[in-house]
């Protein structure tokens, strides 16, 4: 069984900040990349960022310069550092995660159960 379980939503006033935290647990034999994804009242869920592995990083054009992705390959973490947040930043936050849990096993998608972000104007 593996699990991703997010933390540090909340809500936050227009310019202010945010750090979402997603560790995954369980059977993994190793993860590949990992990232953040959103989706808003009446939208598609939309891809924020992603990091690989080795720290290579993706970003959405709507939150780069204000949002960066670190992980901890040790802690099998994620982190998302959001700042200068605007309105329309306001989401469901999901972690996602590529891994294998065994090595003989392929790579499988997990998502972890998401976390409010609000942001008032």
């Known amino acids: 069984q593996v699990q991703l379980v997010e933390s540090g939503g909340g809500l936050v006033q227009a310019g202010g900040s945010l750090r979402l935290s997603c560790a995954a647990s369980?059977?993994?034999?190793?993860?590949?990349?990992m990232g953040w994804y959103r989706q808003a009242p009446g939208k598609q869920r939309e891809l924020v960022a992603i990091i690989s592995n080795g720290g290579t990083t993706t970003y959405a054009d709507s939150v780069k310069g204000r949002f960066t992705i670190a992980r901890d390959n040790a802690k099998n973490t994620v982190y998302l550092q959001m700042n200068s947040l605007r309105p329309e930043d306001a989401a469901v936050y999901y972690c996602?995660?590529?891994?294998?849990?065994?090595?003989?096993?392929?790579?499988?998608?997990?998502w972890g159960q998401g976390t409010q972000v609000t942001v008032s104007s």
């Open positions: 996602k995660a590529n891994l294998r849990i065994r090595s003989t096993t392929g790579w499988s998608d997990y």
């Open positions: 369980g059977s993994i034999y190793n993860i590949g990349v």
